[in-house]
T-cell receptor
Framework: EAGVAQSPRYKIIEKRQSVAFWCNPI?????LYWYQQILGQGPKLLIQ????????DSQLPKDRFSAERLKGVDSTLKIQPAKLEDSAVYLC????????????FGAGTRLSVL | SQQGEEDPQALSIQEGENATMNCSYK?????LQWYRQNSGRGLVHLILIRSNEREKHSGRLRVTLDTSKKSSSLLITASRAADTASYFCATDPTGNQFYFGTGTSLTVIP
C-alpha cells in the first residue's frame, strides 16, 4: 500500500513570506495529523483531523497557521506570515481511526525561514 | 506538558551490544508506543504496549512498562549499524492523541 505522501520535501523562504505544505494520507485513513518537529526535539501535534473535521487544534498558532482537509482526504497546512522560529520539519501522519493506535508518517517537509 | 522524556539523550554503542533507552511520562496513559526516526525521514512505528501489559517483544525489541513509576524502557538486542536512528516514545493519555518525547539518539558503531 502507498504510504503518506508529502510535498515539497524542502522549502526555503524569507521571514514574512507565505508557504504551504501538502499531505496525502494512506487511502482509507480517516484521521490525519500535522506535527511540527524542531531540530533536536520530538514532534509536536499542531492539528488533528477526523475526516474533514478538526478534532484538536489547541497547539496550532492560529494567528499565522491554518490547515484544511476539505474533502476528508488530502490536507494543506499554511503559514502566513512565516517567522524565523517556524524553521522546522513539518510531518504529516495518518491513522485508520482516532488514536490509531498506529500512526503512519510521511517523510516530512523541511522548512527553513531566513 | 504531557510530553514524555527519553533518557539518555544520546547513546553510542558497538555493533552487537545491547541498547537500552528509557521513557518517563507524567499522566496516566492508555498505551505507549515507540517510534524510530532515521535522519531526514519520518517516524516509523516499532511497538505498542498497552497500560495493562508489563512486557512485550518484537524481534530484537523488548519493551517494558511500569505504570506505577510512569516509565517504559526499550531494549534493542544485538544492535546493528542499521539501528542508528533517533527513538521516541509516544503516549496517549486521552486515547485520541499522541504526545511524543524528546528522543534518544542512538549511534551503533560497526
Amino acid at each position: 500500500e502507498a504510504g503518506v505522501a508529502q510535498s515539497p520535501r524542502y522549502k526555503i523562504i524569507e521571514k514574512r513570506q507565505s508557504v504551504a505544505f501538502w499531505c496525502n494520507p494512506i487511502s482509507g485513513h480517516a484521521t490525519l495529523y500535522w506535527y511540527q518537529q524542531i531540530l533536536g526535539q520530538g514532534p509536536k501535534l499542531l492539528i488533528q483531523f477526523q475526516n474533514n473535521g478538526v478534532v484538536d487544534d489547541s497547539q496550532l498558532p492560529k494567528d499565522r497557521f491554518s490547515a484544511e482537509r476539505l474533502k476528508g482526504v488530502d490536507s494543506t497546512l499554511k503559514i502566513q506570515p512565516a517567522k524565523l522560529e517556524d524553521s522546522a520539519v513539518y510531518l504529516c501522519a495518518s491513522s485508520l481511526n482516532p488514536g490509531g493506535p498506529t500512526q503512519y508518517f510521511g517523510a516530512g517537509t523541511r522548512l527553513s525561514v531566513l | 506538558s504531557q510530553q514524555g522524556e527519553e533518557d539518555p539523550q544520546a547513546l553510542s554503542i558497538q555493533e552487537g551490544e545491547n541498547a537500552t533507552m528509557n521513557c518517563s511520562y507524567k499522566t496516566s496513559i492508555n498505551n505507549l508506543q515507540w517510534y524510530r526516526q532515521n535522519s531526514g525521514r519520518g517516524l516509523v512505528h516499532l511497538i505498542l504496549i498497552r497500560s495493562n501489559e508489563r512486557e512485550k517483544h518484537s524481534g530484537r525489541l523488548r519493551v517494558t512498562l511500569d505504570t506505577s513509576k510512569k516509565s517504559s524502557s526499550l531494549l534493542i538486542t544485538a544492535s546493528r549499524a542499521a539501528d542508528t536512528a533517533s527513538y521516541f516514545c509516544a503516549t496517549d493519555p486521552t486515547g485520541n492523541q499522541f504526545y511524543f518525547g524528546t528522543g534518544t539518539s542512538l549511534t551503533v558503531i560497526p
